[in-house]
Protein backbone atom coordinates (compact mmCIF):
# COMPACT_ATOMS: atom_id res chain seq x y z
CA UNK A 1 0.00 0.00 0.00
CA UNK A 2 1.42 3.42 -0.84
CA UNK A 3 -0.21 6.46 0.66
CA UNK A 4 -0.79 9.49 -1.84
CA UNK A 5 0.82 12.16 -0.32
CA UNK A 6 -0.87 15.53 -1.35
CA UNK A 7 0.60 17.70 1.25
CA UNK A 8 4.11 16.92 -0.27
CA UNK A 9 2.72 17.21 -4.20
CA UNK A 10 0.98 20.51 -3.13
CA UNK A 11 3.85 21.50 -1.90
CA UNK A 12 6.09 20.61 -5.31
CA UNK A 13 3.55 21.94 -7.29
CA UNK A 14 3.45 25.22 -5.45
CA UNK A 15 7.80 25.16 -6.20
CA UNK A 16 6.69 24.90 -9.39
CA UNK A 17 4.25 27.37 -9.88
CA UNK A 18 6.30 30.02 -7.92
CA UNK A 19 9.01 29.38 -10.59
CA UNK A 20 6.43 30.06 -13.66
CA UNK A 21 5.87 33.14 -11.81
CA UNK A 22 8.79 34.00 -11.55
CA UNK A 23 10.13 33.69 -14.94
CA UNK A 24 6.82 35.87 -15.89
CA UNK A 25 8.34 38.59 -13.66
CA UNK A 26 12.08 38.22 -15.28
CA UNK A 27 10.18 38.68 -18.53
CA UNK A 28 8.71 41.75 -17.71
CA UNK A 29 5.19 40.27 -17.60
CA UNK A 30 2.18 41.59 -15.06
CA UNK A 31 2.08 39.55 -12.37
CA UNK A 32 -0.61 36.80 -11.99
CA UNK A 33 -3.44 38.58 -9.92
CA UNK A 34 -6.60 36.57 -7.89
CA UNK A 35 -8.95 38.36 -5.78
CA UNK A 36 -11.13 36.77 -3.31
CA UNK A 37 -14.68 37.94 -2.06
CA UNK A 38 -15.49 36.73 1.38
CA UNK A 39 -18.67 37.96 2.53
CA UNK A 40 -19.25 37.38 7.03
CA UNK A 41 -17.24 35.76 8.77
CA UNK A 42 -17.98 32.04 8.58
CA UNK A 43 -15.16 30.07 10.47
CA UNK A 44 -14.76 27.92 7.85
CA UNK A 45 -14.63 30.27 5.11
CA UNK A 46 -11.96 32.23 6.52
CA UNK A 47 -10.02 30.02 7.12
CA UNK A 48 -10.14 28.59 3.38
CA UNK A 49 -9.73 31.83 2.59
CA UNK A 50 -7.12 33.36 4.49
CA UNK A 51 -5.32 29.79 2.99
CA UNK A 52 -6.27 30.92 -0.30
CA UNK A 53 -3.98 34.49 0.47
CA UNK A 54 -1.02 32.77 1.96
CA UNK A 55 -0.69 30.39 -1.17
CA UNK A 56 -0.81 33.50 -3.04
CA UNK A 57 1.76 34.89 -1.48
CA UNK A 58 4.05 31.81 -0.97
CA UNK A 59 4.48 31.25 -5.35
CA UNK A 60 4.36 35.15 -5.60
CA UNK A 61 0.92 35.73 -7.20
CA UNK A 62 -0.44 38.97 -6.43
CA UNK A 63 -4.02 38.77 -4.03
CA UNK A 64 -6.78 40.56 -3.44
CA UNK A 65 -9.33 40.18 -0.02
CA UNK A 66 -12.37 41.63 -0.57
CA UNK A 67 -14.42 41.53 2.65
CA UNK A 68 -18.10 42.36 2.84
CA UNK A 69 -20.51 41.96 6.21
CA UNK A 70 -23.17 39.27 6.30
CA UNK A 71 -25.87 42.37 5.99
CA UNK A 72 -24.33 43.13 2.37
CA UNK A 73 -26.84 43.27 -0.32
CA UNK A 74 -27.46 41.26 -3.26
CA UNK A 75 -26.87 43.94 -5.71
CA UNK A 76 -24.10 45.08 -3.77
CA UNK A 77 -22.32 41.60 -4.11
CA UNK A 78 -23.15 41.98 -7.68
CA UNK A 79 -22.11 45.46 -8.58
CA UNK A 80 -18.58 44.27 -6.48
CA UNK A 81 -18.46 41.46 -9.04
CA UNK A 82 -19.05 43.80 -12.18
CA UNK A 83 -16.17 45.52 -10.78
CA UNK A 84 -14.01 42.67 -10.83
CA UNK A 85 -14.87 41.21 -14.14
CA UNK A 86 -14.03 44.77 -15.55
CA UNK A 87 -11.02 45.16 -13.14
CA UNK A 88 -7.59 45.76 -15.79
CA UNK A 89 -5.59 43.91 -13.17
CA UNK A 90 -7.44 41.17 -11.88
CA UNK A 91 -6.98 38.11 -13.84
CA UNK A 92 -9.22 35.85 -11.85
CA UNK A 93 -11.23 35.68 -8.96
CA UNK A 94 -13.73 33.76 -6.72
CA UNK A 95 -16.65 34.50 -4.43
CA UNK A 96 -16.36 32.35 -1.26
CA UNK A 97 -19.23 30.01 -0.62
CA UNK A 98 -21.36 29.36 0.99
CA UNK A 99 -23.15 33.25 0.81
CA UNK A 100 -25.90 34.63 3.43
CA UNK A 101 -29.28 32.97 2.19
CA UNK A 102 -30.78 36.09 1.33
CA UNK A 103 -28.11 36.21 -1.78
CA UNK A 104 -28.72 33.87 -4.31
CA UNK A 105 -25.40 31.55 -4.76
CA UNK A 106 -26.73 31.11 -8.63
CA UNK A 107 -26.97 34.66 -9.37
CA UNK A 108 -23.54 35.63 -8.29
CA UNK A 109 -21.63 32.52 -9.87
CA UNK A 110 -23.56 33.26 -13.57
CA UNK A 111 -22.65 37.12 -13.04
CA UNK A 112 -18.95 36.16 -12.92
CA UNK A 113 -17.11 36.67 -16.32
CA UNK A 114 -16.50 32.94 -17.48
CA UNK A 115 -13.35 34.24 -18.22
CA UNK A 116 -11.85 34.97 -14.33
CA UNK A 117 -14.19 32.42 -13.17
CA UNK A 118 -11.16 30.42 -11.58
CA UNK A 119 -13.41 28.54 -9.62
CA UNK A 120 -14.80 26.41 -12.74
CA UNK A 121 -18.27 26.90 -11.47
CA UNK A 122 -20.03 29.18 -14.46
CA UNK A 123 -22.47 27.22 -16.59
CA UNK A 124 -20.29 28.46 -19.27
CA UNK A 125 -17.30 26.26 -18.01
CA UNK A 126 -19.16 23.18 -16.54
CA UNK A 127 -20.76 23.42 -19.83
CA UNK A 128 -17.38 23.59 -21.92
CA UNK A 129 -15.86 21.13 -19.44
CA UNK A 130 -18.56 18.29 -20.70
CA UNK A 131 -17.90 19.09 -24.54
CA UNK A 132 -14.36 19.12 -24.45
CA UNK A 133 -13.53 22.63 -24.47
CA UNK A 134 -11.02 24.42 -22.73
CA UNK A 135 -12.60 25.40 -19.57
CA UNK A 136 -11.04 26.16 -15.86
CA UNK A 137 -12.26 22.61 -14.06
CA UNK A 138 -13.03 23.22 -10.42
CA UNK A 139 -10.32 22.71 -7.80
CA UNK A 140 -10.92 19.58 -6.24
CA UNK A 141 -11.54 17.49 -9.17
CA UNK A 142 -8.41 19.02 -11.13
CA UNK A 143 -6.53 18.47 -7.97
CA UNK A 144 -7.83 14.56 -7.74
CA UNK A 145 -6.65 14.25 -11.62
CA UNK A 146 -3.36 15.58 -10.83
CA UNK A 147 -2.58 13.58 -7.63
CA UNK A 148 -3.42 10.41 -10.07
CA UNK A 149 -0.95 11.83 -12.96
CA UNK A 150 1.79 12.12 -9.96
CA UNK A 151 1.41 8.90 -8.96
CA UNK A 152 0.96 7.23 -12.46
CA UNK A 153 -2.44 6.06 -11.52
CA UNK A 154 -3.71 5.63 -15.41
CA UNK A 155 -7.43 5.59 -14.98
CA UNK A 156 -7.53 4.37 -18.43
CA UNK A 157 -10.15 1.14 -19.51
CA UNK A 158 -10.04 0.68 -15.46
CA UNK A 159 -13.04 0.68 -13.68
CA UNK A 160 -14.00 3.64 -11.64
CA UNK A 161 -16.54 4.44 -9.18
CA UNK A 162 -17.29 7.59 -8.05
CA UNK A 163 -19.56 7.87 -5.05
CA UNK A 164 -21.70 11.08 -4.53
CA UNK A 165 -23.11 12.79 -7.58
CA UNK A 166 -22.37 16.92 -6.29
CA UNK A 167 -21.60 19.86 -8.85
CA UNK A 168 -18.55 20.30 -7.69
CA UNK A 169 -16.91 17.02 -7.01
CA UNK A 170 -18.76 14.06 -8.38
CA UNK A 171 -20.38 14.94 -11.36
CA UNK A 172 -17.52 16.54 -12.76
CA UNK A 173 -15.26 14.09 -11.91
CA UNK A 174 -17.42 11.76 -13.63
CA UNK A 175 -17.00 12.95 -16.78
CA UNK A 176 -13.35 14.01 -16.85
CA UNK A 177 -12.46 10.84 -15.85
CA UNK A 178 -14.68 9.03 -18.95
CA UNK A 179 -13.82 11.55 -21.85
CA UNK A 180 -11.45 10.64 -23.76
CA UNK A 181 -8.32 12.87 -22.62
CA UNK A 182 -4.96 12.39 -20.60
CA UNK A 183 -6.34 11.17 -17.19
CA UNK A 184 -9.68 9.80 -18.80
CA UNK A 185 -10.79 7.03 -20.48
CA UNK A 186 -11.81 5.48 -17.37
CA UNK A 187 -15.50 3.02 -17.27
CA UNK A 188 -17.36 5.01 -14.69
CA UNK A 189 -20.19 4.68 -12.44
CA UNK A 190 -21.86 7.27 -10.36
CA UNK A 191 -22.94 6.08 -7.01
CA UNK A 192 -25.49 8.35 -4.90
CA UNK A 193 -28.23 7.97 -2.14
CA UNK A 194 -30.53 6.19 -4.65
CA UNK A 195 -27.83 3.40 -5.47
CA UNK A 196 -29.10 -0.04 -4.39
CA UNK A 197 -25.89 -2.88 -5.17
CA UNK A 198 -23.54 -0.23 -4.06
CA UNK A 199 -21.15 -2.74 -2.22
CA UNK A 200 -21.38 -4.92 -5.48
CA UNK A 201 -20.69 -1.96 -7.50
CA UNK A 202 -17.85 -0.74 -5.18
CA UNK A 203 -16.12 -4.16 -4.63
CA UNK A 204 -15.63 -4.41 -8.72
CA UNK A 205 -13.75 -1.25 -8.94
CA UNK A 206 -10.34 -0.61 -9.94
CA UNK A 207 -10.20 2.89 -8.59
CA UNK A 208 -13.19 4.36 -6.19
CA UNK A 209 -13.47 7.66 -4.90
CA UNK A 210 -15.84 8.86 -2.22
CA UNK A 211 -17.15 12.36 -2.16
CA UNK A 212 -20.09 12.02 0.36
CA UNK A 213 -19.13 14.04 3.53
CA UNK A 214 -20.33 10.77 5.60
CA UNK A 215 -17.18 9.75 7.82
CA UNK A 216 -16.03 6.47 7.16
CA UNK A 217 -18.85 5.42 5.18
CA UNK A 218 -16.43 3.60 2.70
CA UNK A 219 -15.61 -0.02 4.45
CA UNK A 220 -12.76 -2.75 4.05
CA UNK A 221 -15.46 -4.87 2.38
CA UNK A 222 -16.64 -2.74 -0.24
CA UNK A 223 -13.15 -2.36 -2.03
CA UNK A 224 -11.39 -4.89 -3.84
CA UNK A 225 -7.66 -6.30 -3.09
CA UNK A 226 -5.46 -3.91 -5.53
CA UNK A 227 -7.91 -0.92 -5.53
CA UNK A 228 -6.84 2.81 -5.45
CA UNK A 229 -8.76 4.69 -3.30
CA UNK A 230 -9.45 8.49 -3.16
CA UNK A 231 -11.23 9.91 -0.28
CA UNK A 232 -12.50 13.24 -0.87
CA UNK A 233 -14.79 13.89 2.73
CA UNK A 234 -13.83 16.24 5.50
CA UNK A 235 -16.05 16.01 8.15
CA UNK A 236 -15.45 17.39 11.59
CA UNK A 237 -16.10 14.74 13.99
CA UNK A 238 -15.70 15.33 18.09
CA UNK A 239 -12.80 13.71 19.38
CA UNK A 240 -10.97 13.80 22.69
CA UNK A 241 -7.56 12.85 21.55
CA UNK A 242 -7.24 16.66 20.10
CA UNK A 243 -6.74 19.79 21.80
CA UNK A 244 -9.34 21.72 19.77
CA UNK A 245 -11.79 18.78 20.74
CA UNK A 246 -12.59 17.63 17.11
CA UNK A 247 -11.03 16.16 14.19
CA UNK A 248 -11.19 15.92 10.51
CA UNK A 249 -12.58 12.72 9.46
CA UNK A 250 -12.48 11.26 5.55
CA UNK A 251 -15.72 9.14 3.77
CA UNK A 252 -13.27 6.23 4.70
CA UNK A 253 -12.66 4.08 7.23
CA UNK A 254 -8.75 4.39 6.61
CA UNK A 255 -7.33 1.75 8.77
CA UNK A 256 -9.41 -1.12 7.91
CA UNK A 257 -9.63 -0.19 4.00
CA UNK A 258 -5.59 1.03 3.41
CA UNK A 259 -4.16 -2.29 3.81
CA UNK A 260 -6.19 -3.76 0.78
CA UNK A 261 -5.16 -0.49 -1.19
CA UNK A 262 -2.35 -0.34 -3.92
CA UNK A 263 -2.90 3.58 -3.23
CA UNK A 264 -4.89 5.52 -0.22
CA UNK A 265 -5.45 9.36 0.24
CA UNK A 266 -5.07 10.02 3.90
CA UNK A 267 -7.65 12.75 5.52
CA UNK A 268 -5.96 15.68 5.93
CA UNK A 269 -3.43 15.61 4.21
CA UNK A 270 -4.69 13.81 0.84
CA UNK A 271 -6.79 15.96 -1.53
CA UNK A 272 -7.84 18.91 0.58
CA UNK A 273 -3.91 20.41 -0.39
CA UNK A 274 -4.40 20.17 -3.89
CA UNK A 275 -7.32 22.26 -3.96
CA UNK A 276 -5.59 25.27 -3.62
CA UNK A 277 -2.77 24.06 -5.82
CA UNK A 278 -5.64 24.19 -8.72
CA UNK A 279 -6.69 27.35 -7.64
CA UNK A 280 -3.59 28.51 -8.07
CA UNK A 281 -3.00 26.83 -11.42
CA UNK A 282 -6.39 28.41 -13.11
CA UNK A 283 -5.19 32.12 -11.75
CA UNK A 284 -2.06 31.29 -13.81
CA UNK A 285 -4.27 29.79 -16.73
CA UNK A 286 -6.46 33.35 -16.28
CA UNK A 287 -3.10 35.70 -16.56
CA UNK A 288 -2.10 33.92 -19.74
CA UNK A 289 -5.13 33.23 -21.55
CA UNK A 290 -4.77 30.00 -21.71
CA UNK A 291 -8.72 28.84 -21.15
CA UNK A 292 -9.81 32.08 -23.40
CA UNK A 293 -7.90 34.38 -25.67
CA UNK B 1 -41.58 -8.26 -24.36
CA UNK B 2 -43.33 -4.98 -24.89
CA UNK B 3 -42.31 -3.09 -28.26
CA UNK B 4 -41.56 0.87 -27.63
CA UNK B 5 -43.50 2.42 -30.38
CA UNK B 6 -41.56 5.72 -30.68
CA UNK B 7 -43.68 6.34 -33.91
CA UNK B 8 -46.86 6.21 -31.95
CA UNK B 9 -46.11 8.37 -28.90
CA UNK B 10 -44.38 10.59 -31.20
CA UNK B 11 -47.55 11.26 -32.64
CA UNK B 12 -49.22 11.40 -29.98
CA UNK B 13 -47.15 14.21 -28.74
CA UNK B 14 -47.67 15.82 -31.79
CA UNK B 15 -51.59 15.93 -31.25
CA UNK B 16 -50.78 17.03 -27.42
CA UNK B 17 -48.53 19.89 -28.92
CA UNK B 18 -50.91 21.31 -31.71
CA UNK B 19 -53.69 21.15 -28.82
CA UNK B 20 -51.81 23.45 -26.89
CA UNK B 21 -50.63 25.53 -29.94
CA UNK B 22 -54.11 26.15 -31.08
CA UNK B 23 -54.94 27.56 -27.20
CA UNK B 24 -51.91 29.75 -27.72
CA UNK B 25 -53.77 30.95 -30.61
CA UNK B 26 -57.02 31.16 -29.39
CA UNK B 27 -55.90 33.18 -26.43
CA UNK B 28 -54.48 35.79 -28.66
CA UNK B 29 -50.84 34.37 -28.13
CA UNK B 30 -48.07 34.96 -30.39
CA UNK B 31 -47.62 31.50 -32.67
CA UNK B 32 -44.67 29.82 -31.79
CA UNK B 33 -41.82 30.23 -34.43
CA UNK B 34 -38.61 27.95 -35.65
CA UNK B 35 -36.06 29.07 -38.05
CA UNK B 36 -33.66 26.49 -39.26
CA UNK B 37 -30.49 27.16 -41.13
CA UNK B 38 -29.40 24.54 -43.87
CA UNK B 39 -25.57 24.75 -45.64
CA UNK B 40 -25.74 23.04 -48.62
CA UNK B 41 -27.02 20.04 -50.18
CA UNK B 42 -26.35 16.69 -48.20
CA UNK B 43 -28.73 14.22 -49.16
CA UNK B 44 -29.35 13.24 -44.89
CA UNK B 45 -29.36 16.38 -43.68
CA UNK B 46 -32.12 17.82 -46.37
CA UNK B 47 -34.32 14.73 -45.62
CA UNK B 48 -33.79 15.99 -41.26
CA UNK B 49 -34.40 19.70 -42.03
CA UNK B 50 -37.56 18.88 -44.21
CA UNK B 51 -39.28 16.71 -41.57
CA UNK B 52 -38.61 18.83 -39.29
CA UNK B 53 -40.33 21.68 -41.03
CA UNK B 54 -43.15 19.59 -41.89
CA UNK B 55 -43.59 18.90 -37.87
CA UNK B 56 -43.94 22.42 -37.78
CA UNK B 57 -46.60 22.21 -40.04
CA UNK B 58 -48.46 19.58 -38.74
CA UNK B 59 -48.45 21.22 -35.17
CA UNK B 60 -49.22 24.88 -36.49
CA UNK B 61 -45.56 25.97 -35.42
CA UNK B 62 -44.57 28.53 -37.58
CA UNK B 63 -41.50 27.69 -39.42
CA UNK B 64 -38.57 29.29 -41.69
CA UNK B 65 -36.21 27.30 -43.85
CA UNK B 66 -33.10 29.43 -44.76
CA UNK B 67 -30.47 27.98 -46.79
CA UNK B 68 -27.30 28.53 -48.19
CA UNK B 69 -25.12 27.62 -50.58
CA UNK B 70 -22.07 25.21 -49.07
CA UNK B 71 -19.61 27.93 -50.35
CA UNK B 72 -21.16 30.24 -47.46
CA UNK B 73 -18.27 31.69 -45.58
CA UNK B 74 -18.58 31.18 -41.49
CA UNK B 75 -18.81 35.19 -41.19
CA UNK B 76 -21.92 35.40 -43.67
CA UNK B 77 -23.36 32.44 -41.34
CA UNK B 78 -22.62 34.19 -38.33
CA UNK B 79 -24.25 37.24 -39.55
CA UNK B 80 -27.43 34.91 -40.41
CA UNK B 81 -27.36 33.98 -36.59
CA UNK B 82 -26.97 36.91 -35.17
CA UNK B 83 -29.69 38.68 -37.28
CA UNK B 84 -31.49 35.00 -36.28
CA UNK B 85 -30.67 36.15 -32.65
CA UNK B 86 -32.06 39.72 -32.90
CA UNK B 87 -35.38 38.46 -35.29
CA UNK B 88 -38.32 39.53 -32.51
CA UNK B 89 -40.59 36.63 -34.14
CA UNK B 90 -38.27 33.76 -34.04
CA UNK B 91 -38.48 32.06 -31.14
CA UNK B 92 -35.83 29.50 -31.63
CA UNK B 93 -33.63 27.95 -34.52
CA UNK B 94 -31.01 25.00 -35.11
CA UNK B 95 -28.31 25.72 -37.71
CA UNK B 96 -28.13 21.52 -39.13
CA UNK B 97 -25.44 19.95 -38.65
CA UNK B 98 -22.94 19.06 -40.33
CA UNK B 99 -21.49 21.89 -41.97
CA UNK B 100 -18.75 22.19 -44.54
CA UNK B 101 -15.24 21.82 -43.98
CA UNK B 102 -14.32 25.41 -44.23
CA UNK B 103 -17.09 26.73 -41.21
CA UNK B 104 -16.08 26.11 -37.41
CA UNK B 105 -19.08 24.28 -36.00
CA UNK B 106 -18.24 25.43 -32.21
CA UNK B 107 -18.22 28.63 -33.06
CA UNK B 108 -21.35 29.10 -35.17
CA UNK B 109 -22.31 27.11 -31.93
CA UNK B 110 -21.48 29.24 -29.50
CA UNK B 111 -22.75 32.33 -32.06
CA UNK B 112 -25.87 31.28 -31.22
CA UNK B 113 -28.19 32.72 -27.99
CA UNK B 114 -28.59 30.30 -25.37
CA UNK B 115 -32.05 31.70 -25.44
CA UNK B 116 -32.55 30.38 -28.57
CA UNK B 117 -30.69 27.20 -28.49
CA UNK B 118 -33.22 24.83 -29.21
CA UNK B 119 -31.03 22.07 -29.97
CA UNK B 120 -29.35 22.39 -26.82
CA UNK B 121 -26.06 22.09 -27.89
CA UNK B 122 -24.63 25.91 -26.67
CA UNK B 123 -22.24 25.29 -23.39
CA UNK B 124 -24.74 27.60 -21.56
CA UNK B 125 -27.20 25.21 -21.95
CA UNK B 126 -25.15 21.85 -21.47
CA UNK B 127 -23.39 23.59 -18.43
CA UNK B 128 -27.07 24.63 -16.99
CA UNK B 129 -28.23 21.23 -17.39
CA UNK B 130 -25.58 19.74 -15.50
CA UNK B 131 -25.80 22.12 -13.17
CA UNK B 132 -29.61 21.04 -12.45
CA UNK B 133 -30.55 24.55 -13.87
CA UNK B 134 -33.38 24.86 -16.59
CA UNK B 135 -32.09 24.39 -19.90
CA UNK B 136 -33.19 23.24 -23.27
CA UNK B 137 -32.11 19.84 -23.30
CA UNK B 138 -30.85 18.45 -27.10
CA UNK B 139 -33.48 16.07 -28.49
CA UNK B 140 -32.07 12.54 -28.41
CA UNK B 141 -31.71 12.37 -24.26
CA UNK B 142 -35.01 14.45 -24.26
CA UNK B 143 -37.18 11.57 -26.49
CA UNK B 144 -35.60 8.68 -24.74
CA UNK B 145 -36.33 9.90 -21.03
CA UNK B 146 -40.10 10.83 -22.92
CA UNK B 147 -40.34 7.59 -23.86
CA UNK B 148 -39.37 5.78 -20.70
CA UNK B 149 -41.75 8.27 -19.26
CA UNK B 150 -44.32 7.65 -21.15
CA UNK B 151 -43.81 3.54 -20.94
CA UNK B 152 -43.66 3.85 -16.98
CA UNK B 153 -40.52 2.87 -16.93
CA UNK B 154 -38.58 4.55 -13.86
CA UNK B 155 -34.50 4.40 -13.71
CA UNK B 156 -34.97 5.50 -9.91
CA UNK B 157 -32.44 2.95 -8.66
CA UNK B 158 -31.85 1.02 -11.79
CA UNK B 159 -28.47 0.15 -12.83
CA UNK B 160 -28.10 1.54 -16.19
CA UNK B 161 -25.11 1.24 -18.90
CA UNK B 162 -24.41 3.43 -21.55
CA UNK B 163 -23.02 2.77 -23.95
CA UNK B 164 -21.18 6.00 -26.38
CA UNK B 165 -20.47 8.73 -24.77
CA UNK B 166 -20.89 11.73 -27.26
CA UNK B 167 -21.42 14.80 -26.25
CA UNK B 168 -25.11 14.80 -28.34
CA UNK B 169 -26.44 11.72 -27.00
CA UNK B 170 -24.31 9.37 -24.27
CA UNK B 171 -22.82 12.21 -22.21
CA UNK B 172 -25.80 14.17 -21.54
CA UNK B 173 -28.33 11.15 -21.01
CA UNK B 174 -25.83 10.19 -18.50
CA UNK B 175 -26.27 12.98 -16.23
CA UNK B 176 -29.66 13.31 -16.41
CA UNK B 177 -30.49 9.62 -15.71
CA UNK B 178 -28.26 9.77 -12.73
CA UNK B 179 -29.20 13.37 -11.41
CA UNK B 180 -31.89 13.64 -8.41
CA UNK B 181 -34.80 14.59 -10.54
CA UNK B 182 -37.86 12.90 -12.26
CA UNK B 183 -36.90 10.02 -14.80
CA UNK B 184 -33.67 10.28 -12.79
CA UNK B 185 -32.11 8.16 -9.95
CA UNK B 186 -30.34 5.17 -11.91
CA UNK B 187 -26.83 4.52 -10.94
CA UNK B 188 -25.68 5.10 -14.00
CA UNK B 189 -21.83 3.40 -16.25
CA UNK B 190 -20.79 5.22 -18.61
CA UNK B 191 -18.98 2.18 -21.54
CA UNK B 192 -17.10 3.31 -24.41
CA UNK B 193 -14.80 1.74 -26.82
CA UNK B 194 -11.59 1.86 -24.09
CA UNK B 195 -14.06 -0.20 -21.42
CA UNK B 196 -12.51 -4.08 -21.04
CA UNK B 197 -15.49 -5.69 -19.68
CA UNK B 198 -18.12 -4.79 -21.52
CA UNK B 199 -20.00 -7.69 -21.41
CA UNK B 200 -19.78 -8.04 -17.67
CA UNK B 201 -20.53 -4.54 -16.95
CA UNK B 202 -23.82 -4.88 -19.71
CA UNK B 203 -24.85 -8.03 -17.95
CA UNK B 204 -25.35 -6.71 -14.84
CA UNK B 205 -28.07 -3.84 -16.25
CA UNK B 206 -31.43 -2.92 -15.39
CA UNK B 207 -31.51 -0.65 -18.77
CA UNK B 208 -29.07 -0.35 -21.79
CA UNK B 209 -28.95 2.29 -23.90
CA UNK B 210 -26.76 1.96 -26.57
CA UNK B 211 -25.53 5.05 -29.23
CA UNK B 212 -22.72 3.92 -31.00
CA UNK B 213 -23.62 3.56 -34.27
CA UNK B 214 -22.38 -0.15 -35.29
CA UNK B 215 -25.14 -2.01 -36.17
CA UNK B 216 -26.03 -4.97 -34.08
CA UNK B 217 -23.66 -4.48 -31.86
CA UNK B 218 -25.40 -5.26 -28.77
CA UNK B 219 -25.69 -9.48 -28.77
CA UNK B 220 -28.24 -11.61 -26.97
CA UNK B 221 -25.55 -12.72 -24.38
CA UNK B 222 -24.89 -9.13 -23.17
CA UNK B 223 -27.87 -8.76 -21.92
CA UNK B 224 -29.60 -10.16 -18.81
CA UNK B 225 -33.32 -11.38 -19.10
CA UNK B 226 -36.15 -8.58 -18.22
CA UNK B 227 -33.81 -6.20 -19.18
CA UNK B 228 -35.04 -2.72 -21.09
CA UNK B 229 -33.17 -1.95 -23.97
CA UNK B 230 -33.17 1.34 -25.82
CA UNK B 231 -31.38 1.10 -29.41
CA UNK B 232 -30.22 5.08 -30.55
CA UNK B 233 -28.15 3.57 -33.42
CA UNK B 234 -29.86 4.19 -36.86
CA UNK B 235 -26.55 3.20 -39.72
CA UNK B 236 -27.68 3.02 -43.14
CA UNK B 237 -26.41 -0.72 -44.23
CA UNK B 238 -27.10 -2.15 -48.06
CA UNK B 239 -30.18 -4.75 -48.12
CA UNK B 240 -31.14 -6.36 -51.38
CA UNK B 241 -34.37 -6.54 -49.59
CA UNK B 242 -35.45 -3.01 -50.00
CA UNK B 243 -35.82 -1.32 -53.28
CA UNK B 244 -33.53 1.67 -52.34
CA UNK B 245 -30.71 -1.10 -51.95
CA UNK B 246 -30.38 -0.36 -48.27
CA UNK B 247 -31.93 0.22 -44.74
CA UNK B 248 -31.69 1.47 -41.03
CA UNK B 249 -30.07 -1.12 -38.57
CA UNK B 250 -29.68 -0.33 -35.13
CA UNK B 251 -27.21 -0.76 -32.57
CA UNK B 252 -29.00 -4.30 -31.45
CA UNK B 253 -29.13 -7.66 -32.47
CA UNK B 254 -33.13 -7.16 -32.54
CA UNK B 255 -33.97 -10.56 -33.28
CA UNK B 256 -32.07 -12.16 -30.94
CA UNK B 257 -32.10 -9.93 -28.17
CA UNK B 258 -35.39 -8.49 -27.80
CA UNK B 259 -36.97 -11.90 -26.48
CA UNK B 260 -34.85 -11.71 -23.27
CA UNK B 261 -35.97 -7.87 -22.75
CA UNK B 262 -39.07 -6.43 -20.80
CA UNK B 263 -38.82 -3.85 -23.13
CA UNK B 264 -36.91 -2.86 -26.69
CA UNK B 265 -37.24 -0.13 -28.72
CA UNK B 266 -37.08 -1.04 -32.57
CA UNK B 267 -34.82 1.08 -35.01
CA UNK B 268 -36.77 1.94 -37.18
CA UNK B 269 -39.43 3.88 -35.18
CA UNK B 270 -38.08 3.89 -31.70
CA UNK B 271 -35.93 6.56 -30.90
CA UNK B 272 -35.97 8.57 -34.10
CA UNK B 273 -39.36 9.27 -33.92
CA UNK B 274 -38.73 11.24 -30.85
CA UNK B 275 -36.12 13.43 -31.79
CA UNK B 276 -38.72 16.03 -34.15
CA UNK B 277 -41.16 16.33 -30.96
CA UNK B 278 -38.26 16.76 -28.54
CA UNK B 279 -37.57 20.03 -31.11
CA UNK B 280 -40.77 21.14 -30.81
CA UNK B 281 -40.93 20.83 -27.19
CA UNK B 282 -38.43 22.70 -27.16
CA UNK B 283 -39.86 25.66 -29.38
CA UNK B 284 -42.75 25.72 -27.52
CA UNK B 285 -40.34 26.02 -24.35
CA UNK B 286 -38.72 28.87 -25.82
CA UNK B 287 -41.68 30.70 -27.09
CA UNK B 288 -43.15 30.62 -23.58
CA UNK B 289 -40.02 31.27 -22.29
CA UNK B 290 -40.02 28.53 -19.88
CA UNK B 291 -36.39 28.26 -19.73
CA UNK B 292 -35.13 31.63 -19.56
CA UNK B 293 -37.34 34.62 -18.94
Redesign the interface.
Known sequence: MELIDGKKVASDIKLEIADEVEKIKQNGGKIPHLAAVLVGHDGASETYVANKIKACELVGVKSTLIRFEDTVSQDELLDKVEELNQHNDIDGFIVQLPLPDHISE?RVIEAIDPKKDVDGF???????M????PAFISATPAGILELMKRYNIDP??K?CVIIG?S?IVG?PL??LL???REQG????????T????LKE?CTKADIIIVALGSPEFLQADMVKEGAVVIDVGTSRVKSDKTKSGWKLKGDVNFEEVAPKCSFITPVPGGVGPMTIVSLLRNTLLAAGKKIYN
Open positions: QHPVNVGRVIGLSANRNRSISQKNATVTVCHRTKNV
